[in-house]
């Protein structure tokens, strides 16, 4: 069973090797025969090839070639014709309609592991998705932390939304690496308060090493000292940064406890 999923992956869709493992031995299939079947149940339905094609998700040059026994619908695509033009698995394969006592073990088996290829399937394109919805979220993080200047917030928010990206991919591709969901929280987790830990940095080096504004604060505000003299607040989860003449971008900035 598995040889046989391994065979059908190195075809296109909706085709396979000609070839089909039985429950007990291997039984080579005529393509030519299954094909003039299939033509034969399309044109008693009256459907056009391109019709067929479009109800099952396949182009009508692969339809052709199916007809013409060219190659082989994979198990997925047996099924589906199956039940489409009415018939059992083996009748199709077969080429040719049989007496109502069938295999039943046989379409059984045929049925389940079309179900798991249609599984497994899936999988790969939501890993597929992910991995494009994680690079998309890094790209959108770099972005926003490389063009908009630190005293503008949208790039703290569009580099918050780039990381949420990326978490939320990270979760759907964490879903076969980690043995149970805790674990897959965990790590999840971890990847999120990592991201909060980079910005929280970047903000930390950017005000003590080159006298810059925190990107990633959730509140500025203008305050009086004891003076009257005004001063520029910004105040970040972790600290505070102060600068006693805003309207000076070269005036020193301070960090305080909040």
């Known amino acids: 069973m598995e040889r046989q999923t391994q065979e ?11 070839e089909v493992r039985g429950v007990e031995q291997a039984q080579p299939v005529d393509l ?7 033509r034969q149940l399309r044109c008693e339905q009256g459907v056009t090839q391109e019709a067929l094609a479009d109800r099952l998700g396949v182009s009508a040059r692969t339809v052709s070639r199916w007809e013409n026994g060219t190659t082989m619908p994979d ?23 049989k007496e109502p006592a069938m295999d039943a073990a046989t379409e059984e088996t045929a049925r389940t592991m079309a179900t798991y290829g249609e599984h497994e399937l899936r999988a790969r394109r939501r890993k ?14 770099m972005s926003a932390l490389a063009v908009f200047p630190r005293d503008s917030s949208w790039g703290s928010v569009y580099a918050t939304a780039g990381a949420i990206v990326v978490v939320a991919a990270a979760w759907a591709l964490l879903a076969d690496v980690c043995a149970t969901r805790a674990r897959r929280v965990a790590a999840t987790a971890a990847l ?8 929280l940095l970047s903000d930390y080096v950017g005000v003590t090493q080159f006298n810059q504004p925190p990107r990633f604060c959730y509140q500025k505000e203008y305050m009086a000292d004891s003076a009257g003299r005004e001063r520029m607040v910004w105040r970040t989860p972790l600290y505070s940064v102060v600068s006693d003449d ?12 909040s």
Request: charged content about 15%; overall charge positive; aromatic content about 6%.
């Open 192 to 199: 999120a308060v990592a991201f909060a830990a980079m910005f």
């Open 246 to 257: 805003p309207s000076s971008q070269s005036a020193p900035l301070r960090i305080q406890a």
């Open 75 to 97: 198990l997925v695509m047996v099924v589906e014709l199956a039940k489409a033009f009415g018939v059992s698995i083996p009748e199709l394969i077969g080429g040719g309609r």
């Open 128 to 141: 597929t998705v992910a991995a494009m919805l994680a690079a998309f979220g890094a790209l959108v993080v």
């Open 32 to 38: 030519r025969r299954m094909g003039a079947f299939l």
């Open 8 to 18: 059908g992956r190195r075809h296109p869709r909706g085709e396979s090797a000609p």
